[in-house]
């Protein structure tokens, strides 16, 4: 069975950018999650889905954040214009349960490089 | 609020030699508690989880952890390390609410175990 599936695996791009990250998450779940991890604060949570629907997205550190989901299979986080300080790692995930379950199925995770 | 606390950054084992990897844990309520693994540039993957039901609880790839409510921890064990069992470590906190309503994780800062042939 497919995982969750993220592009692009890495992405280097110049401060002012518009960088959009795409995700598809396993057939069949309806939680969808994106959380960055950087060395400073570790993982983070910056929103989440339930059935295309954002349900919390006070994770999301400002406005040049934002994310869709326009349907079951896919979501994208965008961030217009990126900064230096938005290089993370960035993870989608899914569950087809509630998140505080813990069962989170977890892509391998966009690496963005913003100089 | 609920709060987990990984207590070592960095572990190095001998193959073959235990593996603690140490996880405390606050919270007001029934906490769900969990641990998830990370190999390098891969993501994260559910180990095991405790909830409320056995207090040791048996994960993948030979790992347990024993949830021990009045020392407040939850710590990861293995009998014998594997190469392969170099990665990064995380505890997570299921933060319930008062009415033990579902929530986000909280995931703790991770513990990276190396393990030395």
Known sequence: ??????????????????????CKPISGHDYL???RQTMMRGL??????NNNVPIDDSGMPEDRFSAKMPNASFSTLKIQPSEPRDSAVYFCASSPQTPDTGELFFGEGSRLTVL | AQSVTQLDSHVSVSEGTPVLLRCNYSSSYSPSLFWYVQHP????????????A?????GINGFEAEFKKSET????????????????YFCVVSD???????????FGQGTELSVKP
């Open chain 2, 41 to 52: 540039n891969k993501g994260l993957q559910l180990l095991l989880k405790y909830t409320s």
């Open chain 1, 33 to 35: 999650f994106w959380y």
């Open chain 2, 96 to 106: 319930r609410g008062r009415n033990n309503q579902g929530g986000k994780l909280i």
């Open chain 2, 73 to 88: 921890s939850f710590h990861l064990t293995k009998p014998s390390a594997h190469m392969s069992d170099a990665a990064e």
């Open chain 1, 1 to 22: 069975d497919a995982g969750v599936i993220q592009s692009p695996r890495h992405e280097v791009t110049e401060m002012g950018q518009e960088v959009t990250l795409r």
């Open chain 1, 44 to 49: 983070e949570l910056l929103i989440y889905f």
């Open chain 2, 54 to 58: 056995a207090t040791l609880v048996k």
